[in-house]
């Protein structure tokens, strides 16, 4: 029997725009305050990408420092994956966008659009191709404008959200585990909680469309925060035993960055309280990017060392959901 095929993240990066947005800042904005916003959200700041800043911008930017991180030529990828909810463009794909960035030429390029838990779903299925041979070295984005699409006279939603990019270099390299295997769900019956409703097919974009501001992102804020917890709880548990780890190995556990009350009742419920990786208070909920984002930061400052189990679990609009094992092995 020949030896067990894993696949590794074998690099890591993450670029947030330079532009800085306060809860101050927005006081100045909507009827909203920094106690609020902190209270209920634990966010203090978020970044805000300029206005010649696409998102593909801030996906190019975070995929090459990943790859510079992983000792990897842009032309050796052959195949990038951007998980996204504020593309570029319909089409052609932000995918498509970063190649032409960052020089990956002979790349195969596809956008994934699962909203918040886009990374994790991309990651998945960046892993299941190299693992079925279609690739050798893949690269996974999670990139987010979330500005473009934000009512910024809506202080219900324009408060809670950020831009910014993470990206992860994939390969198989022989490791023990590497990327194990993740739990992912669904339940479309719940899209209407947590959408931008026009602009589609279903209300394409017109004055009317336009006047009743569709284009942007709306949500039942109290459902979602109630449907992430349980769903974000449980794929963790479902995650653990799937791959038949124990709760007490995992080093840390980074969860989707939305809300830092989400996060401390998943925390309570699984008694991981002191493992989890928070940085929503800089970043805000930046969607797919996020666990990326905090994947990057937490790898840098030393939190997950070579030999390290770690579980990522995410929650998005869908609604969509899941968890996964990592063995980091750089
Ligand atoms: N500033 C000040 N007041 C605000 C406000 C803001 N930015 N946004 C809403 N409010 C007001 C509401 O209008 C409401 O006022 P009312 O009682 O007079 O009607 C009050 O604050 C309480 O609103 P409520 O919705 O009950 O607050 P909440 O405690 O549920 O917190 C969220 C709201 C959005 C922070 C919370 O529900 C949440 O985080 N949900 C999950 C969101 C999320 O993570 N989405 C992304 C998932 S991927």
Known sequence: MGLKRTVSIIGTGSYVPEKVLTNHDLEEM?????????????????????????????????????LADAGVK?????????????????????ACFVQEKIGAKNAFCYDLGAACSGFLFALECGKNQILAGAAKTVLVIG???MSAFLDWE????????????????????????????????SDGSLADLL????????????????EQRMQYITMQGRDVFKHAVSRMGKS??????????????????????????????????????????????????????????????????????KGDLFVMTVFGGGFTWG?????WCK
């Open 30 to 66: 909507v009827d909203t305050n920094d106690e609020w916003i902190f209270s209920r959200t634990g966010m203090r700041e978020r970044h805000i990408a300029a206005d010649d800043q696409a998102t593909s911008d801030l996906g190019a930017e975070a995929a090459k420092k990943a």
């Open 236 to 305: 963790v548990v479902l995650a653990l035993e799937k791959n038949q780890v124990s709760i007490d190995d995992i080093k840390c556990f980074i969860p989707h960055q939305a809300n830092s009350r989400i996060i401390d009742a998943i925390g309570r419920r699984l008694g991981i309280s002191d493992r989890i990786y928070l940085d929503v208070a800089k970043y805000a909920n930046t969607s797919s990017a996020a666990i990326a984002i905090a994947l990057d930061e937490a790898v840098n400052e030393g939190v997950i060392q």
């Open 195 to 210: 959408c931008t409703p026009g602009c589609g097919s279903r209300n394409p974009a017109s004055p009317a469309v336009l």
């Open 143 to 145: 990139a987010e404008k």
């Open 154 to 185: 809506d202080r219900t939603t324009c408060v809670l959200f950020g831009d910014g990019a993470g990206a992860v270099v994939l390969q198989s390299r022989g490791d023990e585990h590497g990327v194990m295997d993740a739990v992912m769900g």
């Open 323 to 327: 968890a996964n094992v990592v063995e």
């Open 74 to 94: 842009a032309e050796e990828v052959d195949l990038i994956i951007v998980a996204t909810l504020s593309p570029d463009m319909f089409f052609p794909s932000t």
